[in-house]
């Protein structure tokens, strides 16, 4: 059996402060980190015992994550097992990256967010193209705030044309965003409103909670990260007889990670293997 896994542990701390994140800024003290590495350490273990399974793991962290060292080796001890065929982590990249030389480059991948408002577009395009040259599989993305319209071209000019660079609709905007704005987002992202969408979800089949879970640092299992009602616990003997189809239970779906998974969506003949570092199967490169 082949599972996606969508892995949020406690940290909850961050190094920058973006006003629209609850966890800007946020400081966890050495006991607080310590649990959330212990959690970690235990996840990864499980997965390792667990080779009967096929994985594909998404890390969803609340705060930055690969500032600490303990998901640098996550990343390194996942990516070298068999069993598991992608490692992904969501991350500012504003972490040094010597550490992906120890992982299976095969099997990891990177979805980097530019935050023009706490990192220099050079810093945040030297780590991309650092990543490049590593041969690291990663997309680059940013939020579509229109005051940042002048760092996202510039941006877009500079990465390598075969970087796809994603744009995150900012949902409570759209109304208000004006034509000019929602062609020039497109312009950039050509699946830009694939993002911009609220889909219809309750009643339709999703595999999550099927073949994708979430789980938390305690090994909470939940069909998805938006629907709180638990299914169980990985470190239960018999975790995996938990997982079966499902409806959603949700009025709508409107996040990547989520919406994803919805089947009539077929979003898997957009993403294919890529689906959990967003990067499409036919990226066209601009020319």
């Known amino acids: ?14 190094n920058y402060g973006c006003e629209y994140c609850p966890f800007a800024k946020r400081q966890q003290t050495a006991a607080e980190l310590a649990i959330d590495k212990q959690s970690l350490e235990r996840f990864v273990n499980w997965v390792a015992e667990n080779s009967q399974h096929q994985f594909s793991i998404l890390f969803t962290p609340w705060g930055e994550a690969l500032i600490q060292k303990w998901y640098q080796q996550a990343l390194i001890k996942l990516t070298q097992m ?18 992906v030389e120890e992982c299976n480059k095969e099997r990891l991948a990177l979805w980097a967010t530019f ?24 997309s680059a993305g940013v939020v579509g705030f229109p005051q940042f319209k002048d760092e996202i071209a510039a941006l877009r000019r500079e990465l390598p044309k075969h970087i796809y660079l994603w744009i995150n609709a900012v949902k409570r905007e759209l109304p208000n965003l004006s034509d ?8 950039i992202d050509p699946l830009f409103h694939l993002n911009t969408q609220h889909y219809t979800s309750f009643g339709h089949q ?4 099927k073949s994708a879970i979430s789980v938390d640092g305690d090994g909470t299992m939940r069909r998805c990260h938006f629907i709180k009602e638990l299914i169980g616990n990985i470190y239960d ?14 009025q ?16 898997e003949k957009v993403f294919g293997s890529g689906i959990l570092e967003r990067i499409p199967i036919n990226f066209q490169p601009l020319k």
């Open 206 to 209: 999703c595999r999550a909670g």
């Open 82 to 99: 068999f069993h598991v065929n992608k490692a992904a982590i969501q991350t500012n990249l504003s972490c040094n990256l010597d550490w």
């Open 252 to 267: 709508t779906c409107h996040c990547h990670i989520g919406y994803v998974h919805l089947e009539y969506l077929e979003l």
């Open 1 to 14: 059996m082949h599972i996606t896994i969508l892995y949020r542990g406690s940290l909850i701390s961050c």
């Open 115 to 138: 935050h023009p408002e706490w990192v220099s577009r050079q810093s945040f395009l030297n780590r991309c193209l650092e990543l490049d040259k590593r041969n690291v599989r990663f």
């Open 237 to 250: 003997l018999n975790w995996s007889d938990n997982l079966c189809d499902r409806s959603c239970i949700n």
């Open 180 to 187: 000019e704005d929602r062609n020039f987002f497109e312009s």
